[in-house]
Nanobody, 122 residues
């Protein structure tokens, strides 16, 4: 089992920044690809970003490329999603996820956090 706890969400004006954190506990964190997904009201949960276990590869949803940066600190069992130039359309609940064989699809992730709300006002 892996337990994931997200933090760092909140209310920010358009153009502002937030940094989300996801702290993992339980089984060996370093073996997992870590991903972030988000779900806006009335919409499907969608992929935002992912990072491989070594941190050598990252993947992003097209609409967040150049604005969001995903990183991980395996010594601290934590991943970070730095979100800059936020837009109202980024408003959603953001979920952290972990999977051994994972990419951009929800089905590849085995463990999920409870989510943290991000609200971007215009």
């Amino acid at each position: 089992q892996v337990q994931l706890v997200e933090s760092g969400g909140g209310l920010v004006q358009a153009g502002g920044s937030l940094r989300l954190s996801c702290a993992a506990s339980g089984r060996t964190f370093v073996r997992y690809t870590m991903g972030w997904f988000r779900q806006a009201p009335g919409k499907e949960r969608e992929f935002v970003a992912a990072i491989t276990w070594s941190g050598s590869s990252t993947y992003y949803k097209d609409s967040v490329k150049g604005r969001f940066t995903l990183s991980r600190d395996n010594a601290k069992n934590t991943v970070y999603l730095q979100m800059n130039s936020l837009k109202p359309e980024d408003t959603a609940v953001y979920y952290c996820a972990a999977g051994v064989v994972a990419g951009t699809h929800r089905s590849g992730y085995d463990y999920w956090g409870q989510g943290t709300q991000v609200t971007v006002s215009s």
